[in-house]
């Protein structure tokens, strides 16, 4: 088979995602502030502070790492009819479900949500936050909740799926005929 111009990226992606780069880097020295978000890492983890001293060390997180190289460790596909006929409620539920992970975890945020005509895609730069999606999915519309990690641990891929008989749920309304 000749080599495609797009190979070596390949292989260089498919290298990188078994040897996370992002899940080696060392966690900084003391305490440091990201220049991007202004996460600050004190006591062993980042956290949202209201004030640091002046002369804090700057360290680009790990978070904004992965938006600035659109290298996520997170991804989740919302599919079913139900996404057609609710899309803003699932939209609005999985940017509910960021802000609250967010404020306890900065480090866990979404990259990109991509809507297409019959599924959402969100990406993101944490393990955690796809799953909290679909379990809130789950929580409140039923529907099928497919998780999958990587033998590494460094990749997650969700899948939730809408139930069918959607007319079952107090929130369903049936189209007048
Ligand atoms: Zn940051």
């Given at each position: 088979?000749?080599?495609?111009?797009?190979?070596?990226r390949k292989d260089r992606l498919i290298h990188e995602r078994i040897h996370d780069p992002y899940k080696s880097l060392q966690k900084p020295?003391?305490?440091?502030?990201?220049?991007?978000?202004?996460?600050?890492?004190?006591?062993?983890?980042?956290?949202?502070?209201?004030?640091?001293?002046?002369?804090?060390?700057?360290?680009?997180?790990?978070?904004?790492?992965?938006?600035?190289?659109?290298?996520?460790?997170?991804?989740?596909?919302?599919?079913?009819?139900?996404?057609?006929?609710?899309?803003?409620?699932?939209?609005?539920?999985?940017?509910?479900?960021?802000?609250?992970?967010?404020?306890?975890?900065?480090?866990?945020?979404?990259?990109?949500?991509?809507?297409?005509?019959?599924?959402?895609?969100?990406?993101?730069?944490?393990?955690?936050?796809?799953?909290?999606?679909?379990?809130?999915?789950?929580?409140?519309?039923?529907?099928?909740?497919?998780?999958?990690?990587?033998?590494?641990?460094?990749?997650?891929?969700?899948?939730?799926?809408?139930?069918?008989?959607?007319?079952?749920?107090?929130?369903?309304?049936?189209?007048?005929?």
């Open positions: 088979m000749i080599a495609s111009p797009t190979e070596p020295v003391g305490s440091s502030v990201c220049p991007v978000c202004n996460a600050v890492f004190k006591d062993g983890h980042w956290q949202w502070l209201e004030f640091w001293p002046l002369d804090t060390p700057r360290e680009i997180c790990q978070a904004c790492r992965r938006i600035r190289d659109n290298y996520p460790a997170g991804f989740m596909t919302i599919t079913g009819e139900f996404v057609q006929t609710h899309r803003q409620e699932v939209l609005n539920l999985a940017r509910n479900q960021e802000r609250a992970e967010c404020a306890l975890h900065p480090l866990h945020r979404i990259i990109h949500i991509e809507e297409q005509a019959d599924a959402v895609t969100i990406t993101t730069t944490d393990l955690h936050l796809p799953k909290r999606i679909g379990q809130a999915l789950e929580r409140a519309y039923k529907g099928r909740l497919d998780l999958h990690y990587d033998e590494k641990g460094c990749f997650v891929r969700v899948k939730w799926t809408s139930p069918k008989n959607k007319l079952n749920h107090p929130t369903m309304k049936r189209r007048q005929l």
